[in-house]
Nanobody
Framework: QVQLVESGGGLVHTGESLRLSCAASGTSFSINVMGWYRQAPGKRRELVAAVTRRGMTNYAGSVKGRFTISRDNARNTVYLQMNSLELEDTAVYYC?????????????RGQGTQVTVSS
């Protein structure tokens, strides 16, 4: 059974940085797309960033230039470097994996990690 285990969330102030990590276990194959989506109370689920096995990336417009996604295929691990964090980045961040960009019904999903940005 494939499991995605996240780490790296926390409480920071505006302008600071955090790095999220997500490792997939229980699989011998490389998941095609791995990435992150977030959900804040009362808001819709939003794709933050995702990357294919070959390195193609997809970012939400609100995080372009501030967040960077990277991936280690050998370890089935994906990272999200978040810089210049803003209040609006506060949400639960979920790691996900699947064949495409879809975040509504991904094949795999982590338990979520809270990111809170305060002023």
């Amino acid at each position: 059974q494939v499991q995605l285990v996240e780490s790296g969330g926390g409480l920071v102030h505006t302008g600071e940085s955090l790095r999220l990590s997500c490792a997939a276990s229980g699989t011998s194959f490389s998941i095609n797309v791995m990435g992150w989506y977030r959900q804040a109370p009362g808001k819709r689920r939003e794709l933050v960033a995702a990357v294919t096995r070959r390195g193609m990336t997809n970012y939400a417009g609100s995080v372009k230039g501030r967040f960077t996604i990277s991936r280690d295929n050998a370890r089935n691990t994906v990272y999200l470097q978040m810089n210049s964090l803003e209040l609006e980045d506060t949400a639960v961040y979920y790691c996900y994996g699947g064949p495409g960009w879809d975040i509504d019904s991904p094949d795999y999903r982590g338990q979520g990690t809270q990111v809170t940005v305060s002023s």
